[in-house]
């Protein structure tokens, strides 16, 4: 067990770690970004930031990321309390069955979301 110093420690500082990791990763991508829009400066394809081009990714998004997408909007508070509570009722077999229910759903969905980006 921790003491409360230990607890209070590692949660601001892994709290601090990820702000951290976070900030290095926007850095980063607005370097990318303006990279790009000088690299196609003289073109018509050159444009700042939108809105739709945020929340599309400039429409590039692959197949593996949509996947993860999908995974973690399915997987909410009520997933995970009641795939625990499956777990405690049945052994460690029961979360695989409680979410092999859903592979077939999250698979069409996936390969549709796909097909129609």
Known sequence: ALDVATG?????????????????????????????????????????MTAELFTTAGRKTRTGLTASVIVSQWTWAATLLQSCNVAWRY???????????????????????????
């Not at 209070?8 to 702000?19: D, E, I, K, Q």
């Open 8 to 48: 209070y420690s590692l949660l601001l500082g892994l709290g601090a770690l990820f702000s951290a990791a976070t900030l290095c990763l926007i850095r980063l991508d607005r370097q990318a970004i303006a990279h790009d829009n000088a690299a196609t400066e003289g073109s018509e394809s050159a444009s700042a």
């Open 91 to 117: 052994g460690i077999s029961g979360p695989f069955w409680y979410a092999a229910g859903a592979s077939v759903q999250l698979l069409l969905f996936g390969v549709l979301a796909v097909e129609l980006k």
